[in-house]
């Protein structure tokens, strides 16, 4: 079956700009998140989605940061007037139960002019 | 929130067993183990998990102390492609005020 994907695999933008990431999970898996990973660091939890509903959203960096999943399944993450220190990896993960056995995508290279 | 730590860096040589360890003094009773594998340009991998004792798959093993205050990753007779990041994640199944927060990870480098 296939794995977690995302797209785009790589997004260039000016400062400014507004962005949307789209994460496609494993089929069947109510559980989603989104991290963040800048050079040399490891991932930065951003939130975490049980099914439609946002259960933790307490890692998004401020209110430019939004994200939905409005049928359960794929999910978009929204950065408006993006910033160059919103350059990073934005990594999305699925898994069936909370915690356990997360599937990450490859993730989206934004970077921010 | 648990937090874990580990060694920077490891080097090993082809065809030894690696052995890396993660810190999670304050380990909640809910909470599992688990590590990921990361190569560059490439999202996080599971390898492995545990809750207690020893857990063994077919690319690693997994021993974690009676008081499971840290844990050891064991992979057996390393080649170069397991030049990765490492990272030990501990979490709960039961979501309330935590998040997965994964480290700075354990960079190994296996050395032909």
Redesign the interface.
């Known amino acids: 079956g296939a794995g ?1 994907s995302q797209t785009p695999s790589n997004k260039v933008t000016e400062k400014g700009k507004y962005v949307e990431l789209r994460c496609d999970p494993i089929s069947g898996h109510t559980a989603l ?1 989104w ?1 963040r990973q800048s050079l ?6 951003l939130i ?1 989605f ?1 099914g439609t509903g946002a ?2 959203d ?2 998004l960096p401020n209110d430019r940061f939004f994200a939905v999943r409005p049928e359960g399944s794929v999910s978009t993450l929204k950065i408006q007037r993006t910033e160059r220190g919103d350059s990073a990896v934005y ?1 999305c ?1 699925s898994s069936l ?11 989206t290279r934004l970077l921010v002019l | 929130l648990a937090k874990t730590t580990q060694p920077i860096s490891m080097d090993s040589y082809e065809g030894q067993e690696v052995n890396i360890t993660c810190s999670h003094n304050n380990i909640a009773t809910n909470d ?1 183990i ?1 590590w ?1 594998q990361q190569f560059p ?6 390898i492995i ?1 545990g809750y207690k004792t020893k857990v063994t798959n077919e690319v690693a093993s997994l021993f974690i102390p009676a008081d499971r205050k840290s844990s050891t990753l064991s992979l057996p007779r390393v080649s170069l492609s397991d030049t990765a990041v490492y ?1 030990c994640l501990v ?3 039961n ?1 309330g005020n935590e ?7 354990t960079r190994l480098t296996i050395i032909p």
């Open positions: 977690v998140y991290y040399g660091q490891g991932p930065e939890f975490y049980q259960a933790d307490s890692g990594l993960a139960i909370y915690g356990q056995m997360l599937h990450f995508g490859p993730g | 599992y688990t990921y340009s490439q999202g996080p991998r599971f998990q990272y979490g709960g199944t979501f998040k997965l927060t994964f480290g700075t990870g």
